[in-house]
């Protein structure tokens, strides 16, 4: 997975990273930005009209790359930067989500749990790393990080509501297993150091 996020930087984010810094645009603007391409892909979604919502989160995702990047580029990272960014992945991925369910709702409201357990598990991966970072420790493991997912989605959404299923109930016991990993990891690295509750 970490070659292909190379892979996809050289080709992809670099070179629109270079004509962002030329059209001098601040890293914020580009975050906020993201959030109304998760908008547009809610929409989408909710009007089962699966590829197109595919086309505008694939853009949120790519964006979200840019900003970081951008950021770094024109020294203009920072704490409430980090924050803001940190901040609307957590929406956008609730808005998709809310997508997801308001489609399958009096549709297969079975598929409503693997929604909430897609959801809550995606909260958890990004949770338990933000605590461990928090008083020190590292809690990278796992594969269902942000970019797995997205790109999971966006396969799910290409491919339409039956197979978006099947991605469901991936996303849910792979995020979960990455948390349990994750919250495993930080205690074998710290089980012997108090932990501030």
């Not at 601040?26 to 699966?50: C, E, K, M």
């Amino acid at each position: 997975m970490k070659r292909i996020k190379v892979f996809f930087r050289k080709i992809l984010v670099y070179p629109a990273v270079g004509v962002l810094l030329k059209l001098h645009i601040h890293p914020n603007v580009i975050t906020v930005s993201t959030l109304f391409l998760a908008i547009g892909a809610f929409f989408f979604y909710r009007q089962g009209i699966f590829w197109a919502g595919a086309i505008f989160f694939f853009f949120c995702g790519i964006f979200d790359t840019f900003d970081g990047e951008l950021a770094r580029r024109t020294n203009q990272v920072s704490r409430v930067g980090g924050f803001l960014d940190s901040t609307i992945d957590r929406i956008n991925e609730f808005i998709i989500y809310l997508g997801l369910f308001s489609y399958y709702y009096n549709r297969q409201n079975w598929v409503l749990f693997w929604i909430f357990a897609a959801l809550f598990g995606s909260i958890m991966v990004s949770y338990t790393r933000a605590r461990a970072e928090s008083f020190g420790a590292t809690a990278q493991v796992g594969i269902f990080e942000r970019f797995t997912r997205i790109v999971l989605l966006i396969v799910g959404s290409v491919f339409g509501p039956k197979v978006m299923i099947y991605i469901l109930v991936l996303l849910s016991v792979g995020t979960m297993t990455t948390s349990l990993r994750r919250i495993f990891h930080v205690y074998r690295q710290n089980h012997q150091e108090p932990v501030d509750r």
